[in-house]
T-cell receptor
Framework: AQRVTQPEKLLSVFKGAPVELKCNYS??????LFWYVQYSRQRLQLLLR??SRESIKGFTADLNKGETSFHLKKPFAQEEDSAMYYC??????????FGAGTILRVKS | DTGVSQDPRHKITKRGQNVTFRCDPI?????LYWYRQTLGQGPEFLTY????????KSRLLSDRFSAERPKGSFSTLEIQRTEQGDSAMYLC???????????FGPGTRLTVT
């Protein structure tokens, strides 16, 4: 079955420290993966997608098919990065399957 | 605001009552999605429309749930005979095409007492 796993409910780091939010997926086809972010009191929004291979707000994510992972990384965390982050798998062009989410808390 | 809008933002209802939510997508988007999110979980897919056609429904969508998009613009999600387990955030999203970014609305929070 298609599944997205985010093993950490909460990740707490100090400002300036590196960040890695983990995401593993289970899917028999060719995966298309996304990271969505929800800042406090805002709606869910797309952060980045693996096919675009771009860096958004300093975040990058590389698809590793061998490890079935799509971890989100940023070399230096900023306080404004504090938010809920969801990894999502796109299926058959129809729907997103989301992980349970990881709260990122950046402390000053 | 040209984003996805949802109404109402909050709904409190008693068990057994019917409720209806509305979603207005971004105007040029022909795909519309409904998701449900419970505490501590990510959004779960319920159903989606391409224009006015409902093309897929999740098994989560019991026969008490019905969704429509009559003119291919706004959509409604109705829950009949609500149960406490229906308490959740109901999210609507829209996209221009299937593989495009989905834009989410602010959600409707349903509380069934």
């Amino acid at each position: 079955a298609q599944r997205v796993t985010q093993p950490e409910k909460l990740l707490s780091v100090f400002k300036g420290a590196p960040v890695e939010l983990k995401c593993n997926y289970s899917y028999s086809g060719s995966p298309e993966l996304f990271w969505y972010v929800q800042y406090s009191r805002q709606r869910l929004q797309l952060l980045l997608r693996h096919i675009s291979r771009e860096s958004i707000k300093g975040f990058t994510a590389d698809l590793n098919k061998g490890e079935t992972s799509f971890h989100l990384k940023k070399p230096f965390a900023q306080e404004e990065d504090s938010a809920m982050y969801y990894c999502a798998l796109f299926l058959y062009g129809n729907k997103l399957v989301f992980g349970a989410g990881t709260i990122l808390r950046v402390k000053s | 605001d040209t984003g996805v809008s949802q109404d109402p933002r909050h709904k409190i209802t008693k068990r057994g009552q019917n409720v209806t939510f509305r979603c207005d997508p971004i105007s040029e988007h022909n795909r519309l999605y409904w998701y449900r999110q419970t505490l501590g979980q990510g959004p779960e897919f319920l159903t989606y429309f391409q224009n006015e056609a409902q093309l897929e429904k999740s098994r989560l969508l019991s026969d008490r749930f019905s969704a429509e998009r009559p003119k291919g613009s706004f959509s409604t999600l109705e829950i009949q005979r609500t149960e406490q387990g229906d308490s959740a955030m109901y999210l609507c999203a829209s996209s221009f095409r299937g593989r495009d970014e989905q834009y989410f609305g602010p959600g409707t929070r349903l509380t069934v007492t």
